[in-house]
């Protein structure tokens, strides 16, 4: 059974920096390639940032280029979301998902985890 457990969210003021991480499980993390996304309330999910299966190659939303850095560790089947220099409308739920594709045709692969709720707020 293919799990997601994502982790790190919390609240914290503007311009402040989180850590996210990914726990993935059941399947061969370390043979796909992964993405972050998020989802504001009454918003559609969206594409935050995305690593190749060796961690080599990464891709991030304009949004948030030069704020966060997504890495990876296969050993841990582990994914991680640097996140600093915070805004408001940073606040969103935050899933991880392997993926397959790449650019306009990368979509999730498999169901979604419970997500992890960051709040950036004064």
């Known amino acids: 059974q293919v799990q997601f457990v994502e982790s790190g969210g919390g609240l914290v003021q503007p311009g402040g920096s989180l850590r996210l991480s990914c726990a993935a499980s059941g399947f061969s993390f370390s043979t796909y390639a992964m993405s972050w996304y998020r989802q504001a309330p009454g918003q559609e999910r969206e594409l935050v940032a995305a690593i190749s299966i060796a961690g080599g190659i990464t891709k991030y939303a304009e949004s948030v280029k030069g704020r966060f850095t997504i890495s990876r560790d296969n050993a841990k089947n582990t994914m991680y979301l640097q996140m600093n220099s915070l805004k408001p409308e940073y606040s969103a739920a935050y899933y991880c998902?392997?993926?397959?594709?790449?650019?306009?045709?990368?979509?999730?692969?498999?169901?979604w985890g419970q997500g992890t709720q960051v709040t950036v707020s004064s």
């Open positions: 998902n392997a993926v397959a594709g790449a650019g306009s045709t990368r979509s999730p692969i498999y169901s």
